[in-house]
């Protein structure tokens, strides 16, 4: 069985920083991808960054380019997501998600894997 436990979530200032973690389990479990979402009150969940696992090639939406910046531990089996400079409009639940085939790595539907999220809050 697949678990995916996220952790660093909080309520912050605009401006200001957090850095979310995503450690995940499972016996035979090798992800090719795994991508941080996020869903906002009253809204779909979106796509926020995606990381493949052993090229680490990265992948972001466009509301969070240079902002934010996804990186993994392959020894430690976690995946991260630094947010910086944050927006009002970031505060969502933000999952943590993984997939073992190759492909569709920024596309929510194509991961069978998902943790419980963490509440992200930024005051204005």
């Known amino acids: 069985q697949v678990q995916l436990v996220e952790s660093g979530g909080g309520l912050v200032q605009a401006g200001g920083s957090l850095r979310l973690s995503c450690v995940v389990s499972?016996?035979?479990?090798?992800?090719?991808?795994m991508g941080w979402f996020r869903q906002a009150p009253g809204k779909e969940r979106e796509f926020v960054a995606a990381i493949t696992w052993s090229a680490a090639r990265t992948y972001y939406a466009d509301s969070v380019k240079g902002r934010f910046t996804i990186s993994r531990d392959n020894a430690r089996n976690t995946v991260s997501l630094q947010m910086n400079s944050l927006k009002p409009e970031d505060t969502a639940v933000y999952f943590c998600?993984?997939?073992?085939?190759?492909?569709?790595?920024?596309?929510?539907?194509?991961?069978?894997?998902w943790g419980q999220g963490t509440q992200v809050t930024v005051s204005s």
């Open positions: 998600a993984a997939k073992a085939t190759i492909g569709g790595v920024t596309t929510m539907s194509f991961y069978p894997y």
């Open positions: 499972g016996r035979t479990f090798s992800p090719y991808a």
